[in-house]
Each structure stands twice: as C-alpha cells, then as structure tokens.
C-alpha cells in the first residue's frame, strides 16, 4: 500500500516535472513572438485603403520619433508621430481628404533627412497631391505643391525611398493600368527641391504596365517587378529584375550589364518566368541579405494552389524558394481592389533567417510570420496578432528593421469587398503592433 502511494507520488512528481518543463519552454518559444500593441486612433474600414501593401510608407522612424499616417471614418488624412516605446501618439487632423472609396488612394509618408515630413496621398490615375511639413518634425503641412509639374497628371501607386546620402526617391507609374510608365524624382534636401530623375524608366509601351517594388541598402537601389498586360490581374507575368548602384542614374542587369532606359518587356531580365493565367498578384515585396543578395517574395499558383515563393540571387544565380503553408486553391480574375483569401507579403532578412509577413483566411486572417533559416526546407508559422485584421496587407517600419532589427507593423481590422465596393462596418482602431525580437531556428 505505502509502496502503491510512493510509486502514486513518484509518478505524479515526474509529470509535475515534465509539466513545468513544458511550461517554460513554451514560455521561452512564445516570448520569441511576444508583442505589445499602441493604439493611434480610428480609422476608415470600409476597405482596405489604409492598408494597402504598396503603401511604402504607412510607418516610418527618425532620431527615436515613429510617424504614422491614415484615413479616419470621414475620409480626412490624419498624421500622428511618438517617441519610440511610448504608448502615447501626438495626432493631427489634416484639412486634406482623399477618394477613401477607392482603395488605390493610399498615402505615403517619409521623413527626410533634415526631419521633414513628406505626404502624398490620393491618386489613382488623378493628379499628384503632395505636401511637406511646415518646419522639422512637425505633423503641420504646408500648402498641396507640385515636385517638378512634370509628368504629375494621372499619378498612381505613389512611394517615398530614403536613399543612404540622405535624398529621397519618389516613384509612382504615370497612365493606366495595362499602359503606364514608371517615373522616378529626387528631392535634394538643402535646396528643398525636386527633379527629374527618370521621366521613363520602365516603359510599358503602350501596351503593358510595370508593379513594382524596391529596396535600399548601402550599395544601391534594387527594383523588382511583375508585367501586367491589360487592367485584368489575370494577365500578370514574370519577375523582372534591375539595380542601380548610384542613386538612380544608370541600371544594370544581375549580371552587371548595363541597361539602356527606359526598360521595355523586350530589355528587363526575367529573373523568374511565370506565365499569365497564373495567379502571379500584383507588386513584389524586396530585401537583400547582408551581401547584398536580392530577395524578391510574391505568390502564384502551384498545382493550382497559390503560394507565397521567394526568387533570390546567389552566386550570379536565380532561386526559387518555396512554400506549401497555404492549403485552398483560388483563382485572380479581373480588375478593381480584389478581395483575396491571402495578403500580399513583405519580407525581411536578418544574417541566417529568412521571413515572410502575411495574412490568410486559413489562419483566420490574423497576422502572421512563417520564418526559416539558411536550410530553407521546413518553413515555421505563427501568428502573431490575436484578432482578425480582416483584408490587412503588411506594411512595417523599414527605417526602424533597419537600424535595430525591430518589427513594428502598421495593424487595422479592415473590409475590402471584390472590386472596389464598400462594407458597411463600424470604424476601426489603427495600431501599431510591435515585435522586437524575431524567432530563430537553430541548425542542429
């Protein structure tokens, strides 16, 4: 009998062990992904408008002081701006408004390197709307302005870049889906003044237009796009790849020979072939590793499943990395804003690890991160918000990845009805969500 209660208490000791054991590593793996959250204010959610994943910027950090923009319930433009690790935002309504009906009219911020604020906001195929603030970390605009009145009449897709001499890019395409140019202007910060930079630098000839993306690093500017041959997304195709190692002037292929601009369909270098009709979506996410090396993530169909795949320059070579963590299969068709059961991704790389920013209807549309390391062959995934955030496409804040590996992404529960139409919801809170230390997969 004693012996019975002693096996009872050595057994019930060894699981109160094996529990707490448990218990800690799953508290040293989920404090891998802990997050906090800073609420900004409300914000329109009847599409998908403040979260587009072509915004670049929607978060941006200078000196240790965040600045956020977005569209609140009566469409105004707010700006909003803390210090970092603080809960609470400095936020401004703007007089301006925007089209907020239509999901393309996003808005782009930067701070330049002399601590003022750049806007530009509503554009699909309308005019340039721009406006910087009035003095150095200021949330006050001065009046709309034109950059350089050039080409600055049927605007969309609007970026800023912060390039490492302290200029800023501006890139929008100029003309209509399926027949539009890809512009690029340079603001040089002591005259307050832009050019032009490129007044063609990828030319859809009339026929076709360019979705791109890009990134900057020390080395240079790296550009990535897919062609889309008419306002249907189905007539999406390719990766198409430049860099320019002098701030925008001269391009050049991977294999370091030299562009002559504009870039056509005829000129670009493929870095990956796919084929229209293949569920390829529109724009690419970019980043390069510590070498420089491109990373270039996107989606399209495999065996008739869409899935997230990376295409990434090693040794002069192009590389297919892909996924299978999205399960259903779905088809793009169509023109207008769609909605669409997975996010376009952003992605990041820091020394061996490699990650991947989304959002899935599989994975009940929360935010999520699949990550892996140099191997590339298991691909971890976990969420990393609570909640829904509906339609959400990722936009984080690259200036503050950059200087401290901290991920800090731009959050709002969002609707986006196929086409262009509206859901009827109540406004929703924009945050900020935080994750200041990434998971790690260790080699064995």
Known sequence: MNTMLNGKLNINSFFVRACLLLMLFSGL??????????????????????????????????????FTAYYNPEGKMVLAK??????????VVTPFSGNVKDAHNDISIAVDSKGFLHVSWDHHDTRLRYARSTKPFSLELGAE?????TDEAKV????FHNLPDGKLLFCYRSGASGRGNMIMKSYEVHTQQWSVLQNKLIDGENQRSAY?????NEKGIYLSWVWRESWDVSTNHDICYAFSADGGKTWQKSSGEKYNLPITKASAEIAWEIPQNSSLINQTAMTTDAEGNPFIATYWNNDGIPQYKVVCLKNGKWNLINTDFHKNSFSLGGGGTKRIPISRPKIVVDKSMLYL??????????????????????????DISSESVGQWEPNFDNELWMAKKQLHIFSQNVSQNDGEGLAKVAPQPVQVLELNKLPLIRKK
Do not use: H
């Open 145 to 149: 302005q034109a950059m350089t009145g």
């Open 357 to 382: 920013l989304f959002r899935d209807e599989e994975r009940a549309n929360k935010i999520t991160l699949a990550y892996t390391n140099s191997n590339q062959v298991n691909w971890q995934v976990e």
């Open 29 to 66: 793996a989920s404090a891998q992904l802990k997050t906090s959250e800073s609420e900004v204010g409300l914000g329109w959610s009847n599409n998908s408008v403040n979260t587009v994943v072509f915004r670049n910027k929607a978060l941006t950090t200078f000196k240790n002081i965040q």
């Open 82 to 91: 803390r210090k970092l690790n603080s809960k609470k935002w400095e936020v």
């Open 156 to 159: 969309t897709y609007p970026e």
């Open 212 to 216: 791109w993306q890009m990134c900057v």
